[in-house]
């Protein structure tokens, strides 16, 4: 006999059966991102994962591939800012820039991946300023995706800046090149077939929703993207 445990906050209850579990779902003690595992020692997934169980409401949406072109989004236009100041007469941006690009630290051929992980470390604090003064970024604004604590508030500065670092550590591997190929993946498969939540949001008890789907809308965006992309590299 299948012997169910479900978790809280580290805390394991059970074991139970199919039907009591069920019971505890009907009574709300178990959500849809509760933690459940068919066997004590197997692996912990999100409750609504176990397509055995019923939900009074629609299983919880989430779109990886929706918020990793957000973030890219936020990316590219955080890299046209710092070449617009770079090309600009704003004191010792320029100098800076080219420090950093080529430093006596530097090793040559590594230029690109050094201003990549620095503009990916810039970044974090400005995100984190975003968050906690509007509640959104510009890619995320664009696509609909909302970051924000369970009763809906925006995050403190300093949740924002845990939460972005996080994302830079665990999701983008520090921009490290090939390894961030893997955290990426690792990062869908959490998000996507596990815990329904990345493990950084889950951790800080963040909740993240989008707005609801037009096809026509965010196609629009997809090519405004797949344009600045292009622009990027042929521009």
């Known amino acids: 006999m299948i012997e169910w445990f479900y978790k809280i906050e580290k805390e394991i209850h059970g074991p139970f059966t199919a039907e009591e579990l069920t019971e505890l779902i009907r009574a709300g003690h178990i959500k849809k991102r509760t933690l459940v595992t068919k066997h004590k020692c ?109 009763d809906g508030a925006r995050l403190s500065l300093r949740q924002a800046c845990k939460r972005s670092f996080l994302v830079w550590w665990r999701g983008e591997a520090a921009g490290v090149p090939v390894i961030y190929l893997f955290t990426y993946a690792s990062a869908y498969q959490t998000l996507k077939n596990k815990l329904r939540q990345t493990t950084w949001d889950r951790e800080m008890n963040i909740t993240v929703s989008h707005r609801p789907t037009c096809i026509w809308l965010e196609a629009l965006y997809y090519v405004i993207v797949a344009g600045l992309v292009y622009y990027s590299f042929f521009g």
């Open 42 to 150: 197997g692996e912990w997934l999100a409750a609504e994962i176990y397509t055995q169980f019923e939900w009074n409401e629609e299983k919880t949406k989430v779109r990886p591939w929706l918020r990793l072109w957000a973030r890219y989004l936020d990316s590219l236009l955080f890299v046209y800012l710092i070449q617009l100041l770079d090309r600009s007469s704003v004191p010792f941006v320029s100098p800076v820039i080219d420090w950093i690009m080529y430093g006596p630290f530097i090793i040559p051929g590594t230029e690109e991946y050094v201003m990549t992980t620095i503009l990916l470390l810039v970044w974090i604090p400005l995100e984190s300023l975003l968050l906690s003064l509007v509640g959104t970024t510009p890619g995320k604004f664009l696509f609909g995706v909302k970051v924000r604590n369970p």
